[in-house]
């Protein structure tokens, strides 16, 4: 067999100073290392080197029309990429580091592989909070290129052994550092030059607190329009059980996935949060699907309140229980 073809052994790396460098050089050595955000684990490479970047698409057989989020160090960083703007500055300074992400204009010379934006003149940024994001991308001093770590169209991963069921063998390593904790992915803001702000997807961060600072509603994506909702196919973030929503009970058969107290008392009834705090069941979202998935049957979903985070959860809900292609 080539050598290319043979499957690797994937590195298990722990968030210690020589983890960190180890993951570091594999990044620079053009190879795919699995990373923890605060919002779930990254699949990282070089954003600069083509054939890294394509590795990405190949391990977790992702359309190739997807662009990706370049994760970086620091607004100073960021703007070695993208034209920065007033509306970026305002943002950045209000919410990073964390769970935002920002579409901007590439800048000249950016030096971001073409594989990155999937061809389109915009880049979508972010500099992630997690302790342990934050000491790799400073020791690998560069911008890493990450979608979430699960093979495409499966659902995120918020732990380690979640990277390792689906991409074992087909990455270099996995660095290990706990559970995520916003648990769904950042919310993506773009913002054009004429002053728009466009909610592109919802996310890890509430867009009433975006609002708040921008000064201005947020205006929706246009899902026609594939430049500005690029990748975002509906079926999505899916187990492989039916999913079936705004459920306030199970059927015989099915698993349930509550939100709120309640007395399910079966092995596979889930509740997203006991108190009904939308942060706590975001964090819990991907992992709880995972459980119930394991167990092969149908899941039933309770109904989730359209509000804060909520919105990113009832979006991630709606792709895994949309009709497969
Ligand atoms: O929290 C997150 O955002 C995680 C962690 C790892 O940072 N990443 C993540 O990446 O969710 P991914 O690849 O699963 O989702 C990236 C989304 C896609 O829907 C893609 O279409 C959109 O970002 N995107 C990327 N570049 C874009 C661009 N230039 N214009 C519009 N959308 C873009
Ligand atoms: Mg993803």
Not at 281 to 295: I, T
């Amino acid at each position: 067999m080539p050598q290319n073809t043979a499957p690797k052994a994937t590195e298990m790396l722990s968030a210690t100073p020589q983890g960190l460098a180890r993951a570091a050089d594999l990044l620079r050595a053009g190879e795919l290392v699995s990373f923890p955000t605060e919002t779930v684990y990254g699949l990282g490479a070089d954003a600069r080197q083509g054939a890294a970047v394509a590795a990405i698409y190949a391990a977790k057989g992702r359309p190739s029309f997807n662009p990706l989020i370049a994760h970086v160090a620091s607004i100073e960083a960021a703007k070695r990429h993208v034209i920065w703007s007033d509306q970026a500055e305002l943002l950045a300074r209000a919410f990073w580091p964390g769970p935002l992400t920002l579409v901007l204009p590439l800048a000249p010379d950016h030096g971001i592989s073409d594989l990155v934006t999937a061809g389109l003149d915009t880049l979508a940024v972010r500099v992630p909070a997690h302790p342990c994001a934050q000491k790799l991308l400073a020791a690998f001093d560069g911008p890493v290129a990450a979608p979430s770590a699960n093979p495409s169209g499966r659902i995120s991963p918020t732990t380690a052994a979640h990277v390792r069921a689906g991409l074992d063998g087909r990455i270099a390593a996995i660095l290990d550092d706990g559970a995520c904790d916003v648990g769904v992915e950042s919310t993506i803001i773009g913002l054009a030059t004429n002053g728009l702000a466009v909610l592109l997807r919802p996310g890890g961060l509430a867009t009433e607190e975006i609002e708040a600072v921008l000064g201005q509603p947020l205006a929706s994506r246009d899902i026609k329009d594939p430049l500005t909702a690029p990748g975002q196919l509906l079926s999505h973030y899916a187990p492989q059980a039916r999913v079936r929503l705004n459920a306030t009970s199970a059927r015989a058969g099915e698993c349930y996935l509550g939100f709120g107290r309640y007395s399910g008392a079966r092995a596979c009834d889930l509740t997203l949060s006991e108190t009904g705090d939308l942060a706590e069941a975001a964090a819990n979202l991907f992992g709880h699907l995972h459980r119930l998935d394991a167990l092969n049957q149908p899941i039933a979903v309770a109904p989730i309140p359209e509000t804060g985070l909520g919105l990113a959860i009832n979006d991630r809900l709606r792709r895994a229980a949309a009709p497969r292609n």
